[in-house]
């Protein structure tokens, strides 16, 4: 696979925006020339507030979508950019530069590798998984459950995610 080096500058559009926990947000932005060009370990610098603070914030997609030129980010809000980004209504303009950072293009398939992140910094590593094909018996440990499309009811035939919080553990399996 060829990598692309270029990054484009898009002014994208909010097409959804909701605190799902108490310090965690979940924004789907169209903006589909850097979805269109990002690949798995990218990242894309979103700002989607018009006053302070200045800078934009750098986001690791969860998901993108070619076809719609969708890309679905989840964020920690924890300082001003990720607060101003909290109170961002759908419909506002996200000003997306990207994608930027080492594409991982090396592939996975048929070996057995440990993907690991916590809370939110399991974003960049959702894309990689989907392109890779799953091993038989997937286990996957993290510290914090982050509520979202990556999981889903408990079944034996999907990867399972154990996601503990002090001494309660529950299990999901991880939707591909």
């Not at 979940?26 to 690949?39: D, G």
């Not at 982050?146 to 309660?168: D, E, K, M, Q």
Request: with cysteine; proline share 9%.
């Amino acid at each position: 696979m060829a990598v692309n080096t270029s990054w484009q500058i898009e002014d994208g559009l909010v097409c959804e925006n909701a605190i799902i926990g108490s310090d965690i947000g979940r924004m789907v932005v169209e903006a589909p020339e850097v979805t269109r060009a990002a690949r798995p370990g990218q990242f894309a610098m979103v700002r989607s507030w018009e006053t302070e603070p200045l800078l934009p914030r750098a986001m690791a997609p969860l998901t993108y979508d070619v076809s719609s030129g969708r890309m679905e980010i989840f964020y920690k809000i924890k300082g001003p950019g990720t607060q101003a980004m909290a109170r961002t209504r759908a419909g506002a303009t996200a000003h997306v530069t990207g994608p930027l950072g080492q594409p991982i293009l090396e592939g996975f398939d048929g070996r057995n590798v440990a993907l690991i992140g916590r809370g939110v910094g399991i974003t960049p590593l959702l894309p990689l998984a989907n392109t890779s094909s799953p091993p038989e018996e997937p286990f996957v440990r993290t510290s914090r459950h982050v509520p979202g499309p990556t999981c889903s009811a408990s079944t034996n035939s999907r990867p399972l995610v154990r996601s503990t919080r002090g001494s309660i553990t529950k299990e999901v399996a991880v939707t591909w």
